[in-house]
Nanobody
């Protein structure tokens, strides 16, 4: 069992940077590949980024490639999402998920409650 708690979301302006954190409980965090997803109002949840359990491989949605960076610190049981050059279309609730590597939400077994990111123009 893994419990996930996201933090770091807030209101920012277009062009700003923001770093989200996802703290995981449980001693097996280092064995889980992790992902970030987001859901904007009225839209389906969409994949943002994923990182392999070892941290040796990452995968990004085309919409964030080159602007967002996913990373993890297994000693701190935490995964991060560094977001640069934010755009209004990045506005969404961001969710952390555990248990899969890649863009398919169905493969992730555990989900956090989400953190709101709002980007003003």
């Amino acid at each position: 069992q893994v419990q996930l708690v996201e933090s770091g979301g807030r209101l920012v302006q277009a062009g700003d940077s923001l770093k989200l954190s996802c703290a995981a409980s449980g001693r097996t965090f280092s064995s889980y590949s992790m992902g970030w997803f987001r859901q904007a109002p009225g839209k389906d949840r969409e994949f943002v980024a994923s990182i392999l359990w070892s941290g040796s491989s990452t995968y990004y949605a085309d919409s964030v490639k080159g602007r967002f960076t996913i990373s993890r610190d297994n000693a701190k049981n935490t995964v991060y999402l560094q977001m640069n050059s934010l755009k209004p279309e990045d506005t969404a609730v961001y969710y952390c998920a555990a248990g899969n590597y890649g863009p398919y939400a169905n493969g992730y077994a555990y989900w956090g409650q989400g953190t709101q990111v709002s980007v003003s123009s």
